[in-house]
């Protein structure tokens, strides 16, 4: 199989439409099988649930290209519970994880030429999303439901590739107590939207969000959530039952104790005590891990001792024991990799 002729290390993160994806539709209480489709657009209701009250949800993972020329997906488990969860926080129906992993499988493989070649820094994106697609008027969950699952091949997310990143401290919330913080609903994305500008146009990449309830504690950024290193080397990340509980960062959390013998904490972080890290980055499946070295709020900054030039050096053997795992160069934990083909 030859790969598309795409000058693959100079991608970034958009969208491109490769050959197939997956499609799935939910009618009179059941999933039909679903099947494979080269049409890149959708046609549904204008009085459709997800058009007229935001019923979405979606998941991102990549696939890789390894250097025996396999191809190879990484915990793609975790994204199927992860979408149970947001459909039933959005009264939608959970597509089970048997059907969620053969989407997966029969489109990576149909799409095996958009797989970015081992080495070239590209990876495949795999975007799954499930909306209602049938009439709503009235404020209800709606009668029919599409899950479709498509594929793009992508760069780094970040402008720059891992360069540190200078963010600043959002005067938005992200996710109120009790919300939506946790799961991976559109809306959450929408609402973000609007802060995500104003911190672009201000010269920031992302921002940071604190908790809603009392402004004091550290959540995540619109995409990604946070990692720190203490100054004696300790690994410490957010706990908060607002945020989305990211694949990347639970599987950093196991990789800096087993592979690396960190000492981790998941725990509340204060704002106030982030001056006192030596690294900070924000990890996610298209962050991977990204530094940071600027944060800007509203009474001054906190200038990262790793610098706005260089990876600190825990971040960086974390990012590259990860992507080892990921790219096939390092021994993955048992069940951690999907091979496809
Ligand atoms: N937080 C938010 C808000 C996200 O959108 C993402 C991306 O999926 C993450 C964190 C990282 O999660 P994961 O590592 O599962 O991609
Ligand atoms: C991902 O990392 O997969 C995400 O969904 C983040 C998104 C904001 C691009």
Same mark, same amino acid.
């Given at each position: 199989m030859d790969k598309k002729d795409i000058k693959w290390s100079e991608i970034g993160f958009g969208y491109m439409s490769a050959d197939y994806r997956f499609q799935a539709d939910w009618k009179d209480g059941k999933w039909n099988e679903g099947a494979l489709t080269t049409e890149d657009k959708i046609t549904i209701s204008e009085c459709a649930g997800v058009i007229q009250y935001a019923q979405t949800c979606f998941e991102g993972l990549k696939a890789y290209t390894w250097k025996d020329g396999s191809i190879v997906t990484f915990r793609p488990e975790l994204n199927a519970e992860r979408m149970q969860n947001s459909a039933r926080r959005l009264m939608m129906p959970e597509v089970s994880t048997e059907m969620f992993l053969r989407a997966l499988d029969e489109t990576v493989k149909a799409n095996a030429a958009w797989v970015p070649p081992y080495g070239t820094g590209a990876t495949l994106y795999v975007r799954p999303c499930l909306f209602g697609s049938g009439p709503v008027i009235g404020v209800a969950p709606a009668p029919e439901y599409i899950f479709r699952l498509f594929v793009t091949p992508v760069g780094p997310y970040f402008k720059g590739g891992i360069k540190p990143l200078k963010i600043c401290v959002s005067d938005y919330d992200r996710a109120a107590p009790h919300g939506t913080g946790d799961i991976k609903a559109g809306l959450n994305y929408a609402m973000s939207l609007y802060p995500g500008q104003l911190a672009h146009s201000n010269g920031y990449a992302e921002n940071m969000f604190l908790d809603a309830a009392t402004r004091t504690n550290v959540e995540e950024t619109g995409g990604a959530n946070f990692l720190f290193v203490t100054k004696d080397g300790k690994l410490v990340t957010p706990k908060s039952s607002t945020i989305l509980p990211s694949i990347t960062r639970r599987s950093l959390v196991y990789v800096a104790k087993e592979y690396l013998g960190l000492e981790v904490e998941e725990r509340v972080v204060p704002f $106030? $005590?982030?001056? $006192?890290?030596a690294e900070i980055g924000v990890c996610g499946t298209a962050a991977v891990i990204s530094p940071v070295g600027e944060i800007d709020h509203k009474n001054g900054k906190i200038m990262v001792p790793s610098g706005m030039n260089e990876f600190g050096p825990v971040l960086k053997k974390l990012r590259e024991t990860l992507v080892g795992i990921q790219m096939g160069d390092v021994e993955a934990p048992e069940g951690w990799i999907r091979k496809i083909m």
């Open positions: $106030e $005590e982030v001056s $006192e890290f």
